[in-house]
């Protein structure tokens, strides 16, 4: 392997790394829509139905950031198109 082969993982993996970090995001996004949740079925109990399924929703669109992340962590990992 040469330099720039090497120079090309290297900077692959950097960029999996910086991808992965986005999951961040969405784990804090989504443990404060659960709380605010459960603190809202706490104030008003009747309207759990439309509580939990707007927060688990809105948690499901969340999680797709994370998602987007994981792919193309897992893309710069394992496809090395210039190699």
């Known amino acids: 392997m040469d330099f720039n082969e090497n120079f090309i993982y290297g900077c692959s ?8 970090i ?6 804090v996004g989504q443990g404060i829509a659960a709380g605010h949740g459960a603190s809202a079925v706490g104030r008003n109990p009747g309207a759990k139905g439309d509580i939990m399924s707007t ?3 809105g948690q499901a669109v969340a999680e797709t950031t994370g998602l987007y992340g994981l792919l ?3 893309l710069l990992m394992f496809v090395k198109p210039f190699v």
């Open 13 to 20: 993996a950097i960029g999996a790394g910086l991808a992965v």
């Open 22 to 27: 986005a999951g961040i995001g969405p784990g």
């Open 55 to 57: 927060m688990l929703l």
């Open 72 to 74: 193309v962590a897992m």
